[in-house]
């Protein structure tokens, strides 16, 4: 078992930053691959970002693609996603999602979640 605690959400102004943090509790960490997903409301939950488990390998959605840096920590069980300029229509709860698929952008290949972190940008 793995459990995801997200934190680091809040309100953003258009064109700042952020930084989202995900902790991970189980021994498995490091053999997982690790995801960020968004549900806005109303949206379905969509993929982010993504990182293999050695964090050699980083994959983006074409929207955040040079704006969202992904990267991890294996020793502290963590995993974080830099948002940079930040646009309005990033505003969705972000969730971190762990999974042993690599690489994929499937909601259904990832087997833990947290429980998201908001995240609101004003314009």
């Known amino acids: 078992q793995m459990q995801l605690v997200e934190s680091g959400g809040g309100l953003v102004q258009a064109g700042g930053s952020l930084r989202l943090s995900c902790a991970a509790s189980?021994?498995?960490?490091?053999?997982?691959?690790l995801a960020w997903f968004r549900q806005a409301p109303g949206k379905e939950r969509q993929f982010v970002a993504a990182?293999?488990?050695?964090?050699?390998?980083?994959y983006y959605t074409d929207s955040v693609k040079g704006r969202f840096t992904m990267s991890r920590d294996n020793t502290k069980n963590t995993v974080y996603l830099f948002m940079d300029w930040v646009k309005p229509e990033d505003a969705a709860v972000y969730y971190c999602?762990?999974?042993?698929?690599?690489?994929?952008?499937?909601?259904?290949?990832?087997?833990?979640w947290g429980q998201g972190t908001q995240v609101t940008v004003s314009s």
């Open positions: 999602a762990a999974g042993s698929a690599w690489p994929t952008t499937y909601v259904g290949e990832y087997d833990y």
């Open positions: 189980g021994r498995q960490f490091s053999l997982h691959a």
């Open positions: 990182i293999s488990y050695d964090d050699d390998k980083t």
